[in-house]
């Protein structure tokens, strides 16, 4: 039986990829502003390297806050 089949369908689709992108997106500021814009620090909180971070961040269109505190 195809359970989708027996839920109401919502009134507006959902879009996967944004809210995954929204809820990455909210995840990396956080752990920015945690860590104080420090990318290294912000990848060990968030379980992840620097490098990957900085990919997603790019992925996402965040930029980098050099020199500033988040």
Do not use: W
């Not at 995840?27 to 900085?54: D, M, P, W, Y």
Request: charged share 30%.
């Amino acid at each position: 039986m195809n359970r989708c089949a027996s839920v109401r369908p919502p009134e507006t689709p959902i879009n996967l990829e944004k809210a995954v992108g929204d809820f990455e997106r909210s995840l990396i500021h956080e752990a920015l502003e945690k860590c104080n814009g420090v990318h290294t620090q912000a990848a060990r909180h968030l379980g992840t390297t620097r490098r990957i971070l900085r990919y997603r961040m790019d992925k996402l269109g965040i930029e980098p806050q050099y020199g500033k505190n988040v």
